[in-house]
């Protein structure tokens, strides 16, 4: 807009943003040692990864062009999904006391506030006046990207070290 090019497509912003949005859910709620969701939320936030995947290969394979905002609300969602499926990973290893048993999303209903946060910054992004607080953006989406990389390691750290402490039978 008025020759200012935000850094990130709008698909690219959706997740990391949504990472970002979605990490600081987990930071302000005290959620870094809870649990998987229930199945039904399990699955609803499953569903949240698909939307990016199916509309990036259709875009590809040139079976239709999607704008910007949709593209946006496609990577939203699973910055949404990941850390919230991702996290509950990070506890393996920790121990029996610092495990809580509440699900990393307490209320499904909590995905609304997420995503109203999402929808900001999607404004933000679409409207002329947003060229004033892109910097300030471009920071909050390199920290979801800092985030995603965090919570990827912790993950494989944790199922890595899951692993070493399963008993081996022996015949």
Avoid at 49 to 76: C, E, K, M, Q, S
Avoid at 121 to 143: D, K, N
Wanted: net charge positive; with cysteine.
């Amino acid at each position: 807009m008025d020759g200012h090019v935000f850094p990130l497509c709008y698909r690219c912003a959706g997740i990391h943003l949504g990472v970002f949005v979605s990490t600081g859910y987990f930071v302000i709620s005290g959620g870094w040692r809870r649990d998987f969701p229930p199945l039904r939320a399990s699955l609803l936030l499953a569903l949240l990864l698909f939307p990016v995947w199916i509309d990036g290969w259709a875009n590809g394979l040139g079976f239709w062009h999607t704008p910007g905002p949709l593209r946006y609300l496609t990577g939203l969602a699973m910055g949404f999904g990941l850390p919230l499926l991702l996290l509950p990973l990070c506890r393996f290893g920790a121990g029996p006391a610092s495990i809580s048993k509440e699900s990393s999303l307490r209320v499904v209903l909590d995905l609304v506030g997420l995503f109203a946060m999402g929808l900001l910054f999607l404004l933000l992004l679409t409207q002329p006046y947003g060229v004033v607080v892109w910097p300030g953006m471009e920071y909050l989406a390199l920290l979801g990207t800092v985030s995603l990389a965090a919570i990827t390691g912790l993950t494989f750290r944790s199922v890595f070290q899951s692993w070493k402490t399963v008993p081996v039978e022996s015949n």
